[in-house]
């Protein structure tokens, strides 16, 4: 039996009757709750992972600091333009960076001239113009470069591209010794074994190849479809359609891989190791050897005996250390600019 209430709404009913649907307001809270902590759990985990790198930096720079002091105050030479033989004995030292900084640019700068413009020739290729069925064994060749140990680029580099480059580096010194930066060395050495800087600066090129190629690479990939299908609908060519669509839109991929392997490249030791350590004058002269940061602390670890000849070499990893972070700042605010 029902009743109406003084409303008009029905009351009792038949028993059998499917009760009626739950409320969703409860159910919808509980989800919100749960989006709510998982949210909050992962902005912990992501600022506590910064703060950690932060920190990281930040104690690698304490340490290094509290060891260059000393020997820097024992220093009895100007540390930016002493180029003199380091003396790290004694009471009274002196040592200087200019041609530890001088080499590793020069060598870094070769590298990043070599590498760079074929980088973005092989990530156009593999993005706009390759076959499917190519661009994988492609791609995997290039990355498996990166795999491959630096000392093993170092030995390729003495044993193998070095000798080879013997007659280019005498037809240089031969037929344009005019030009500073293929005059003849002032170590004969350099030129029959061909541990030059242009050596060094040409296996730098080829480790830090396949970095540079996989950012931009994948950059490329994420250029947006309607931005090609627009440049193709006002009738542009595939060239047009990676100059004013690709182009400008993995810029700034393209100048992060290569700041990667810039820092790559100024803090490389085993490979510049075994092809230049010897130290050579600061003349723009490609064909002379040198010592960069990072092969000056390698050939002297094992003469670290006191903490005025460690300090030393430390002082010189802590301006490495500063130079990178330059280096990445300047490529941040490139990319900046550039969006």
Not at 181 to 197: H, K, R, Y
Not at 226 to 250: C, D
């Amino acid at each position: 039996m029902t009743t109406l209430d003084k409303g008009g709404v029905t009351q009792g009913g038949d028993p059998t009757q499917s009760p009626p649907p739950p409320d969703d307001n409860q159910a919808t809270l509980n989800r919100s709750v749960h989006h709510r902590v998982g949210d909050q759990v992962f902005r912990t985990l992501a600022v506590g992972s910064g703060f950690v790198v932060s920190l990281v930096i930040f104690l690698i720079a304490v340490f290094l600091l509290a060891q260059a002091i000393p020997s820097l105050a024992k220093n009895s030479e100007n540390f930016f333009t002493y180029t003199g033989p380091w003396e790290t004995s004694g009471d009274s030292l002196k040592f200087g960076i200019p041609q530890l900084f001088y080499a590793t640019v020069v060598v870094s700068v070769i590298a990043l001239l070599l590498a760079m413009p074929v980088a973005l020739g092989i990530s156009i290729f593999l993005t706009e113009y390759a076959p499917k069925r190519l661009v994988g064994p492609i791609s995997y060749t290039v990355d498996l470069l990166a795999a491959v140990p630096s000392i093993v680029y170092g030995l390729w580099g003495i044993l193998v591209l070095g000798p080879a480059l013997v007659p280019l580096n005498n037809w240089l010194v031969g037929n344009v010794g005019w030009l500073p930066f293929f005059q003849e060395p002032s170590q004969v050495a350099n030129m029959s074994t061909g541990g030059t800087l242009l050596t060094g600066g040409i296996v730098l090129a080829v480790m830090i190849l396949p970095i540079i190629t996989a950012v931009t690479r994948e950059v490329f990939t994420q250029t947006p479809v309607g931005h090609r299908e627009a440049a193709l609908a006002l009738g542009a060519t595939k060239f047009e359609v990676v100059k004013i669509a690709v182009l400008p839109f993995g810029f700034s991929g393209y100048i992060s891989g290569a700041m990667l392997g810039l820092g790559r490249a100024l803090g490389e030791t085993m490979a510049l190791l075994l092809i230049i350590s010897t130290v050579g004058p600061m003349n723009f002269n490609l064909m002379e050897s040198g010592e960069t940061f990072a092969t000056k602390i390698a050939n002297n670890a094992a003469e670290f005996d006191s903490p005025a000849k460690t300090g030393a070499y430390i002082s010189a990893g802590l301006t490495l250390f500063v130079l990178t972070f330059i280096v990445n700042a300047a490529a941040r605010a490139v990319v900046a600019g550039r969006k």
